[in-house]
């Protein structure tokens, strides 16, 4: 059987754009990112995550795609692609990268064909009507649009989106969409890609479902998991599904459909954890979401590169998020989220970071780190909608942030230059010297998570405590079960466990040093916002 790599995997989100500039235009490049795989592998990670590089107008952040097949000359080209691909290698770092595939720009070369042209097979490449069409689905932005059908005045019919209305949704049901997806899929499998993140995976289904509803539209991920499979038995599909959680077993079908599902359920609920500082919600949501089904396994993150959408909280909850970690409206977006970075929407408190930090690889699942979470970095709400979350990467305190050589003015995005976020006081090198940075902790814990597999591939359930502020999970595998603690509050606490098979217990990883765990039963302590890994003693 082969080894399911992605059960004890750390994933690490790079949008090439804003990593590392290697050739001095001001944008991030692929060679840049090639420069830094050594760092990525140093701080444990063992999979990258790129988002899309493919030729596009980048009207919005790449996933507007005009050319599949190609890499964006910002980028490089696909000889630099290839030369990062054999680097990652070298260095047993796997790849994946995201498939846009739910819509394309509207400057793709199939939308001009079809727009100009009623006769011309691309016409049924996309979704067109004369008069708008009822639907339940909404705009995905609506602040931004108002409305998921657009009048095109060439092609005389209103054109479906649900993203932005330069953005047309394709028409999955059409045999021919499904070809050109797996032509995509097949030439970036031949190049070594490790599989795919799905965009919008649950739109995908809408759009399946539409012009043939057999299998309620999941038949779409049946075909494409054995696509994939069959070209590389390895590759994952990595879904971005923002559904109710009792629909995430369509999604993982028995193990045959998606391979990981980005945990948007679990997300909302550490944040309602976080701002009570108490671990009930997270107890809560873990309980309430199915276990995936052998061979599929869930992925999780503290921020992406959207919005902190929490859609899946009540509306008594989310109003308790926005209030605790986004109380300027400016926080906010598209009536339902927050675009802010997590530093400091937790007040740039060290030990509470480092303490969401050890959450996050301590949650059964698999742990993805969006660039720059390692080193704390800030955000920029001067900048509109999402992109305030979309900032360079700061390696360094010389000029450019060591992001990149060109003057200021030509940078992709302006560099965040003051404050306690600014790349003087927050940057790669300056922590990579300091013992007690989040970089370095970061990197202690990935270590950690990786040597302890029961957390990425064991079975997971609460410990029994009576605390509170102390989320306490036990992760087993193979008659092995260690427990991981963290304290959600900022005070500390003393608690006893009851758990009776894990009173013979060491610490492998902690915020500080503490004394041994002791007595019948076990009683521990936690410092506040503290976090403890334990495993079974090893008897000599």
């Not at 057999?214 to 038995?233: Q, Y």
């Not at 999604?251 to 944040?271: H, K, Q, S």
């Not at 408190?349 to 720059?372: E, M, W």
Request: aromatic share 10%.
């Amino acid at each position: 059987m082969m080894p399911l790599w992605y059960r004890n995997a750390i994933i690490y989100q790079v949008d090439p754009s804003l990593f590392r500039d290697a050739n001095g235009d001001g944008r991030g490049d692929l060679e840049g990112i090639s420069e830094r795989l050594e760092y990525l592998r140093g701080l444990g990670v063992t999979c990258l995550w790129l988002t899309p590089f493919y030729a596009s107008p980048f009207r919005d952040g790449g996933y507007d795609v005009i050319d599949h097949l190609a890499v964006d000359p910002r980028f490089g080209a696909l000889p630099d692609f290839v030369a990062l691909m054999a680097k990652a290698e070298e260095l047993g770092l796997r790849v994946i990268i995201d498939l846009v595939v739910h819509h394309t720009s509207d400057r793709h070369p199939w939308f001009q064909a079809a727009r100009r042209d009623r006769t011309s097979r691309y016409r049924g490449y996309y979704v067109w009507a004369d008069t708008p069409e009822p639907t339940e689905e909404k705009p995905i932005f609506p602040t931004v649009e108002d409305s998921v059908w657009t009048w095109d005045e060439q092609a005389g019919q209103y054109y479906k989106h649900i993203f932005y209305s330069h953005e047309p949704d394709l028409d999955l049901g059409n045999p021919d969409v499904r070809h050109e997806v797996e032509r995509i899929m097949d030439f970036w499998l031949r190049l070594g890609v490790s599989g795919f993140r799905v965009d919008a995976a649950s739109h995908m289904i809408d759009s399946a479902r539409s012009p043939d509803p057999a299998d309620d539209g999941f038949w779409l991920l049946d075909d494409m998991r054995r696509f994939v499979s069959r070209r590389r038995a390895d590759a994952v599909l990595l879904g971005e599904v923002d559904v109710p959680p009792r629909q995430y077993v369509d999604y993982f079908g028995r193990g045959d459909r998606l391979t990981l599902v980005l945990n948007f359920w679990l997300n909302n609920y550490l944040y309602l954890a976080l701002a009570r500082g108490k671990a009930e919600p997270l107890v809560r949501a873990l309980a309430g979401q199915p276990v995936p089904p052998e061979g599929a396994q869930y992925a999780l993150w503290l921020r992406n590169h959207d919005e902190l959408d929490l859609e899946r909280l009540s509306e008594d909850e989310r109003r308790e998020v926005m209030d605790c970690f986004a109380p300027d409206p400016d926080m906010r977006i598209y009536h339902r989220g927050i675009r802010r970075r997590l530093p400091p929407m937790l007040g740039g408190d060290k030990r509470r970071l480092a303490l969401v930090h050890a959450l996050l690889f301590s949650l059964p699942g698999t742990p993805i780190l969006r660039y720059g979470e390692e080193i704390g970095m800030g955000d920029d709400l001067s900048l509109p909608e999402r992109l305030a979350v979309r900032t360079a990467m700061q390696w360094s305190d010389e000029p450019g942030a060591g992001f990149s050589a060109a003057r200021p003015e030509r940078l992709a995005v302006p560099l965040i230059d003051s404050g306690s976020y600014g790349y003087r006081h927050v940057n790669v090198y300056a922590q990579s010297l300091d013992e007690d940075s989040l970089l370095t902790r970061t990197g202690k814990m990935i270590r950690a998570r990786l040597g302890m597999r029961e957390i990425g591939a064991g079975h997971c359930r609460p410990a029994s405590i009576e605390c509170p502020q102390v989320l306490a999970l036990r992760h087993e595998l193979d008659g092995v079960a260690v427990l991981t603690l963290a304290n959600l509050g900022p005070e500390e606490v003393q608690f006893t466990l009851h758990d009776t098979d894990c009173q013979h217990m060491m610490d492998v990883m902690a915020d500080g040093p503490y004394d041994a765990p002791s007595g019948h039963p076990v009683r521990l302590r936690l410092r506040g916002y503290g976090y403890r890994w334990l495993r079974p003693r090893v008897s000599l």
